[in-house]
């Protein structure tokens, strides 16, 4: 089988999407199969025999980039007919399609939700107005309208919100969630439970909730905030894991010492079990790494309906609303008081076996 992959940044340090198709390229090529990537940008390979093809787009404006990169994608894939063509977003010349992180416009419409209502109309025909919104949008149409590609969805979610947008045929879509490495990731690595609160100045008996995100307001960092507002007496801590600016720490005085500011971390498989709750109110997530992390480390899990990987919760966490301040609140009482009983975590299958379900779909007769 020959492969050519379509990334804009081939860098498994960039991204979730960079690292799937990183880790991707070289699992096929040690399968036996040829692989080729189209990207603008790429570090080295480890397997010499994958074949990197680098296009140069415009770079600014990112609208221009991404509409750039899908054109002269197309010109070299087209050139390519015995290769199965996968991507991942940002293109519209493909065979397989995984939009991992999830559907623009599905994306836009719970992105919205950050917005004051009052305001919402207005900035809303503003972002549509602009060029990235167009060239996502347009792209996003022009691939389930024209090239109708088998697609790889990573949750239900995003499977349903495919199907309800843009009314696409079932049969052309494959359920296929994200792996995990569960070794990595378990309560085994509660060993070092102490060093780690020892280190962020949180105690052994504290209530502690940990909230990790690169991009805070998109997570939900201020519907947080709002939450912990809401709850008396606040007798639980929250561990917040990623770049906080000094305008986000400001934002968080009025909690006094309940916030907890680590910064960025390289050990989250012994972040995790910790702590006693992952917190994770997002506006929209494709199928959140965090909430399959924290499931297999042991410790419950709140998120929103607008993260595909609630489908795992279950009864190891509360599922709530996007946006909802009243609710995130509720759930947190609910975690602190025991209510939530965490029994086992979900039973994910690892990054090989997963690619092992892509490959045996990309080979010709894989049906969804």
Known sequence: MKVCIAIEKFDPAVGGAERYCWDLAHYLEDKGHSVAVICMQACDVLNSAITVRRIRPLRFPQGLRHLSFALLHRRVARGMPDYIHFCVGNTFFMDIYQPHGGVHKAWFERDSLRTAPSLRPWLTLIKRLGLKDMVQRGLEWWTFRVTRPRVIAISQMVANDIRNLFGYPSERIRLIPNGIDQVKFSPDKQVKRREVRSRFGLNDGDFVFVFVANNLALKGYGVLLEACLRIEP????????????????????????????????????????????????????????????????????????????????????????????????QAMREVCAGKVVFNQAPVFKNQDAVFAEVEAFMLPGGKP
Not at 246 to 254: E, G, N, V
Not at 259 to 273: C, H, K
Not at 285 to 298: K, P, R, T
């Open 234 to 329: 606040r007798n639980f801590k929250v561990l917040v894991i990623g770049p906080a600016a000094r305008k986000d720490q400001a934002k968080a005085q009025p909690l006094g010492g309940t916030i907890v500011f680590g910064g960025r971390a390289a050990d989250l498989e012994y972040i995790y079990p910790a702590c006693d709750c992952l917190v994770h109110p997002s506006y929209y997530d494709a199928c959140s790494l965090v909430v399959l992390e924290a499931l297999a480390s042991g410790i419950p899990v709140i998120t929103t309906t607008a993260n595909g990987a609630g489908m795992f919760v279950g009864a190891g966490g509360r599922v709530i609303p996007p946006a909802d301040p009243a609710a995130l609140a």
